[in-house]
C-alpha cells in the first residue's frame, strides 16, 4: 500500500490511476503535492505527470464505462477536495468492472458520492453563467470578477467565449489567482498576475441603469426576499453590480 | 427625458407580464457577432419579489390609446408615461447583454397611435439588433392584438419567441373590461403564427434551410382572480391552447389590484396561491399526461388550495395505490406524489441495475414524506397508517397555518419561480 503524489493536475491525476493499475500497487491515498508535506516514513510514490498515460486513460474511461462517467470524473476533481482523488479511484475501479451500468447505479455509495460532488461542481458553475458581472474597463475590454467555491473556470469559459465572440474579456478567479483570458480568437487559463485589476471600474452609466430596472421590474405585492436569496446566494453578492 | 427615468417607468409598466423565459430556442452566434441563445434559458437575476430576470422586459412606450380596465397603462389612468426610440432600446440591450446581465430582450407595447404603428416601431427595433448590431441573443416579441399579419410574419423571422396575451379567460370578461379589443384580435394573430410554424415545419423538410420563424414558438398569459372563472374553466382554457395552437407555455398572473375600478371584484390581495396551483396543475397536463378532467369536475370546480393538485388527484384515486416502485410501469409512476419527472426517469434505470430498496429511492430523489402512503418496496407499504383518505390528508397537510399569499412557507420545491430553466 503506498500514498501517490501528483502534481495536481487532471493529467497527473489520471497519470496516477494508470500507474496504479500497471503496477499493481493499489493506493492508501492520493495527495496532491500542493497540499501534501512529503512523509519520511517511505510509503510516498510520487508520479509525474505523462499526458499520453493520461490520455490512455481517459479513453479507457471513455470506450470501457461512458462518457458521462468521465465528465463526472472531471468535474469532482474540480472540487479540489482532497478527499475526492481516492474516491474518483474507487469509482473508476468500480466503473471497469461494471462499465456503462455504473451511470445507472445511483443507489450504490462510492458512485452517489461522485454524482454528488460532480452536481455541486456543475451547479456551481452554473451559477456562475448567471451571475457573473462584466465591467467594461477600457473601451472594448470586459472583465469579471469570481470566488467561487470550486475550480469552475475551465467549465464556464467554452460558454463564455462562445457567446462573447466579439469581445475581448477576462474572468479573474481570486481566490485561486487564475485568470481566463479570451482574445476574440481563443480563450487561456493563466496565473500570470494581471496589473491593477483590483481597481478597474466601468464607465457606470449603464451599471446605473440596470440598478434602476433591477428596482423597477419588481412586484412590491409579492415581495419575496427568501425566494431570492434561494436563488443568488448572499456569498455571490459582493459580484453583483445590482446588490452594490 | 433622460434614459434613467425611462427605463423607470416602462420596467415599471412592464412588470406584470409574468413571462420572463428565454428558452426553446436554440440560436447559434452567427458570423463571429454577439450573444446566442441557450436552449434551456438561463436566468441572470433574481428581483425583490423572487422571480427570476432573465431578459430585458420592458415596453417600448406606454402610451395607450386602449382604456382596458385592469391594467395600469389605460388612458383614463393617470401615470407618467414615456417612450423609448429604437436606437436607445437597441443599444440598452447590446450594453446589458455584454455585461452578463440578461439573456436579451422581451419587448412588448401599449397600443400606441394604431396597432400597426406599434408592431412596426417593434420591429424596427430587433430588426436593428439582428442586422446592424449582428446581436444573436434571444428576442421575445409581443404581438400588438389587431396589428396587421404581414407586420407579424415579419416580425417573426426576428424574434425567437412571441407572444399573444389573451389576459382574460372568457370572451365575457373581454368584453366587459377590455371594450376595444376583441376576441378575434387576440386569436387571429395567434392562429396566424401557429399557422406559420406549421407551414415552416413542412417546408423544413423540403428545403436544407428555410428562416427561421419564432423558433421558440409562442406563449400567451392569462391574469387570475381578476374576474370570476373558475380554475377549471381556466385549465380547459390552456389544455386547448396547447391542443390547438401548440402553445409553449400559458402563463397566470395573480391580478394586482393596483387601484380602484368597479368593474373588479372587490379584491384585495393577490391570490397567488390561486396561481400556484394553476402553474402546478398545468405542469400535470404538459409533462404528466394528465387531462384537465381529471384534476376538475363540474361538481368541484376549482383546487383546494391547501393540497397540492396531484395529491388532491391521488386522494381521490386511492383504489389506484399503492404501487410498487419496482415494477409499476413509468406513467403510474409519474402520479405518485413525491416522485417528479426526474425521479422516475431514474427509477426506470436505476431497477435495471438492481433491485430498489426503500433507503435507495431517497438517493434517486423520491420525495420520501410524500411518497410513503402511495408506494409499496418489495412489496412492503411504510406509510405508518392505513390507506384512507382522511388519515394521509392529517399527515399531508402543512401544520402551520398557511396565509394565502405567504407562498415562502409553503413548498417552493415545485421551482414554480424559476420555471424558466425548464422550458
Ligand atoms: S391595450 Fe394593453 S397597454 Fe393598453 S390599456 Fe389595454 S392592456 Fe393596457
Redesign the interface.
Known sequence: MVNYIFDGTFDGLMTVIYEAYYSHQHPNDIFSEINHQINFLGHDVFVSTDIDKSNKVQHAIETKISNKALRNIYYAYLSELESSYMLIYRYIRLGFKIGKKIDYFIQNDIVHEVTKLSQKVRHEAYKMIELIRFKEVKKGLFIAKIHPDYNVLPIIMPHFAERFQDQYFIIHDEKRNLSAVYDKKAWIITDIPLQDISNMKDTEDYEILWKMYHKSISIEERKNLRLQRQHMPKKYWDMLTEKQ | MD??KK???L??A???DVSCSSSGSDRE?KN?????ASFYG????????????SL???LFTNICIYNCSYCVNRCSNDVERALFTPEELAD?TI??Y????IEGLFLSSAVYKSPDYTMELLIKTVKKLREEY?FNGYIHLKAIPGADVNLIRLAGLYADRMSVNIELPSEKSLKLLAPQKTKESIIKPMSFIHNQLMEKSESKKLMRRTDKFVPAGQTTQLIIGATPESDRTILKLSENLYKYYDLKRVYYS?Y?PVFNDNNILGMT??P?LREHRLYQADWLLRYYNFKADELLTEEEPNFDVSLDPKINWAMKNLNLFPVEVNTADYNMLLRVPGIGLRTAN?IV??R???Y??Y??LK??GVVLKRAKYFITCNGKYYGECEIETDKIKNKLLPKRNVIEGQ??IFD?DNTL??LPIIV
Open positions: 434614459l434613467l427605463i423607470r417607468i420596467a415599471d412592464a412588470k406584470y452566434n463571429s457577432g454577439i450573444g446566442n438561463i436566468c441572470h437575476s433574481w428581483s425583490e419579489d423572487g422571480r427570476c430576470i430585458l422586459k420592458i440598452i450594453n446589458f455584454r455585461r452578463n446581465y449582428n395573480a394586482i390581495s393577490p397567488l431514474r434505470k436505476a435495471k441495475a438492481a430498489l430498496n433507503d435507495s438517493k434517486l407562498l415562502s417552493i419561480n424559476n
